[in-house]
């Protein structure tokens, strides 16, 4: 089994920036994608980047692109996502997702294991 614990979030000025890691742990993940997407209220659970836990490569949602970073520690087992320039509609609850099959998905059922979610919450 897979356990992603997610954690970084909170209350931002818009402009500002947050940091947002993953923790995984369980089964190994040298061959999986590792996603974030969020979900604000009353809105359907969105894309926002993803990473290849094997060689590193990157995608990210249109939305926040130039913005956003996503990386990875290999040897402490953890995803992270810079978010920079933040904006009053980036706020969401951010979720941690690992992906079982190589290439790059942005659709929720490709994902079987997710974390809890953290609050993101940017003021205007």
């Known amino acids: 089994q897979v356990q992603l614990v997610e954690s970084g979030g909170g209350l931002v000025q818009a402009g500002g920036s947050l940091r947002l890691s993953c923790a995984a742990s369980g089964r190994t993940f040298r061959s999986y994608i590792m996603g974030w997407f969020r979900q604000a209220p009353g809105k359907e659970r969105e894309f926002v980047a993803a990473i290849s836990w094997s060689d590193g490569s990157t995608d990210a949602a249109d939305s926040v692109k130039g913005r956003f970073t996503v990386s990875r520690d290999s040897a402490k087992n953890m995803v992270n996502l810079q978010m920079n320039s933040l904006k009053p509609e980036d706020t969401a609850v951010y979720y941690c997702?690992?992906?079982?099959?190589?290439?790059?998905?942005?659709?929720?059922?490709?994902?079987?294991?997710w974390g809890q979610g953290t609050q993101v919450t940017v003021s205007s």
């Open positions: 997702a690992g992906r079982e099959s190589p290439g790059f998905s942005y659709e929720t059922r490709g994902y079987a294991y």
